[in-house]
């Protein structure tokens, strides 16, 4: 059975890609915004499981920058086909999906940039690792380069910095696997989520990204991530390419913020290890470091691009 994207997602610059998996053609859905012979962004949601409409702000800035960008929803996400085949949720098969989208838009090693957020961030590590040779530049966004590393940081900083009392029960619940009990989100929201997700008032955080967790896509999430959110587990928990960054030669921007749930000093070393790899730091920015450092994250995002066009 696979479920259809709603069809109120058509509008203008929208555009559905066949995607041909071992399970079947299915379709992706796709937005172009702005253009630019030169400088084409497709942007990687995170999750996985997520939207792309937590990411419209930074497409829009793109575009209002003279910057064509290209909005996309990963297979099994809720605005393109979402197949039940747990066999599709894998690495692999998401780096051979962006490489079709890719090819279906047109976009080469001239004016391509692979933009990845969280999740995201690790489908545009592998992808330049498997396809290198088509991108012109590449922006990990808000992600570490290791799983194990992400979860001593969540071990060994975050938790601690969390109230006792509610780390006690946020941890009670997920040793219950109660996790559909809507108090270990009211406890995340409240002790976690406005610390280092997005440093706002819950009543205050954009319609946008509220969308993208309301249409999260639970079984990919899941199964890729595991159901906690104070660490990772699922298919991705031993993911780890530290040790490879040095293969990708494509000019690089790692972006970092401090409250984030990724250790900044971590993807400051990252950007070290890329050959051509620089870091963009910031100071008042969280996981959605584009929302609460706006002007930082956006300024040094269209920088890089601007300097790699004209390299």
């Known amino acids: 059975m696979v479920q259809k994207a709603p069809a109120a997602a058509d509008s203008e610059g929208v555009r559905r ?54 909005l996309y929803d990963q297979l099994g996400s809720y605005y393109s086909d979402q197949p039940d085949d747990s066999e599709l949720w894998r690495i692999p098969r998401f780096v051979d999906e962006v490489e079709q989208v890719r090819q279906a ?18 489908l545009a590590i592998e992808y330049a690792l498997a396809h290198g040779d088509a991108l012109k530049g590449l922006i990990i966004s808000n ?3 290791s799983i194990p590393e992400y979860n001593r940081y969540a071990e060994e900083v975050l938790k601690p910095q969390m109230n006792p009392q509610a780390l006690a029960e946020i941890e ?3 040793a219950a696997g109660d996790y559909e009990n809507p108090r270990y989100m009211e406890l995340l929201m409240g002790n976690f989520y406005v610390q280092h997700i997005l440093r706002r008032p819950p009543d205050e955080w ?34 780890d390419r530290s040790a490879d ?34 870091f963009l730091y910031c100071p008042n920015g969280s996981h959605l470091a584009f929302y ?20």
Do not use: C
């Not at 002007?295 to 004209?310: A, Q, S």
């Open 143 to 145: 992600m570490v380069a």
């Open 245 to 278: 960054l040095a293969k990708i030669e494509t000019p690089t921007l790692v972006i970092g913020a401090r409250y984030d749930t990724m250790d900044p000093a971590y993807m400051e070393w990252m950007a070290s290890q890329f050959p051509n790899g620089e």
């Open 292 to 311: 609460d450092d706006t002007e930082t994250y956006m300024d040094g995002l269209i920088r890089f691009i601007r300097k790699v066009n004209e390299e």
């Open 172 to 174: 009670a619940l997920e």
């Open 206 to 239: 954009p319609p946008e990204v509220m969308a993208s967790l309301e249409h999260v896509n639970p079984q990919i999430y899941v199964l890729m991530q595991g159901p906690s959110e104070l660490g990772l587990s699922g298919r991705l928990e031993n993911w």
């Open 17 to 70: 890609i066949p995607i041909t998996t071992p399970s079947g053609t299915f379709e992706v859905w796709t937005k172009k915004l702005g253009d630019n012979p030169t400088m084409k962004v497709l942007l990687l949601h995170g999750g996985p499981g997520m939207t792309h409409e937590y990411v419209e702000l930074v497409a829009e800035k793109l575009s209002e920058a003279g910057i064509e960008a290209y």
């Open 105 to 122: 838009l047109g976009l080469g090693p001239d004016n391509f940039y692979l933009w990845g957020h969280s999740w995201g961030g690790i």
